[in-house]
């Protein structure tokens, strides 16, 4: 009886699987492919196989230094984002103080505010101050997003956690920062994964801050990627190469804190 419609949702998942994997296996068959071939029609295969388009990237340092700067300023924002959110989020789960529910939903607007809000201020900011075209720079800017967002997916893990813990340690004599780093930050370790992971893949694929806040010592990959337009037309296989190395940050991540994901949707925070 049940069958029919075990085949059918097999089917449905499988056309979904081969729907969401076209766009980046086309990204990798063009990877493969010099320009001639990508504009002479349609192919499955390249025809002409070459890895000219990855040794372009790899050994040009307009391109390389475009995923170093991309992957430092992203690491500098993930590990401020979770110093910031971890305090802030055991405050909102373990104590009540006046206008905190109000104070919890402003930090969720300004993840909700479109990034091109801040733009002009934080531009002529850091103009001022001397912290434009720097890592620190897209870093800082990038915490109006991650942080609010790290509050909130910690706030609902820690709140999992009975407070019973908290008073069984201070009775054993253990002072608050020792508590919270030797016990209470390893029980939330899922929580921190997936914090750690959104604010990661945020800041990574983020380009408009980015882009505006650098120009030559610390450009993003997405900002470099536009190196392909040139006037005489797009270089579609070194693009398609940049896209594919692109995903590569993102699919380690994913790989090594999928199962944390995993506990957290299950946990409603996700």
Avoid at 234 to 262: E, H, S
């Amino acid at each position: 009886m049940n069958k029919p419609k075990f085949q059918k949702r097999s089917l449905f998942m499988l056309a979904y699987v081969v729907f969401a994997l076209l766009p980046i296996y086309w990204m990798v068959n063009m990877s493969f492919k010099t320009n001639n071939e990508i504009l002479a029609g349609f192919t499955l295969f390249p025809n002409h196989f070459t890895w000219n388009n990855y040794k372009t990237i790899l050994t040009d340092p307009a391109w390389y230094s475009g995923y170093i700067n991309s992957l430092i300023y992203v690491g500098i924002n993930t590990v401020i984002s979770l110093l910031v959110a971890l305090p802030a989020a055991y405050a909102f789960s373990r104590y009540t103080f006046l206008g905190d529910k109000h104070v919890f939903f402003w930090l969720l607007t300004n993840r909700m505010t479109p990034p091109a809000v801040f733009l002009l201020p934080f531009f002529q900011l850091y103009t001022s101050v001397g912290l434009m075209d720097t890592h620190i720079a897209v870093a800082l800017v990038h915490l109006l997003f991650n942080v609010p967002l790290a509050v909130w997916i910690l706030e609902g893990f820690m709140s999992g956690i009975p407070r019973e813990i908290d008073e069984t340690a201070y009775i054993d004599g253990y002072t608050f920062p020792h508590f919270f780093v030797r016990i209470f930050i390893p029980l939330i370790k899922a929580g921190v994964g997936v914090a750690a992971f959104f604010c990661f893949m945020f800041s990574w694929v983020e380009l408009l801050l980015a882009r505006t806040l650098t120009s030559v010592n610390a450009k993003p990959i997405a900002a470099t990627m536009t190196r392909t337009v040139s006037a005489s037309g797009m270089d579609w296989a070194t693009l398609a190469a940049a896209g594919v190395l692109t995903i590569v940050p993102g699919a380690i991540v994913i790989w090594f804190v999928r199962n944390y994901i995993a506990k957290g949707f299950a946990m409603g925070r996700v």
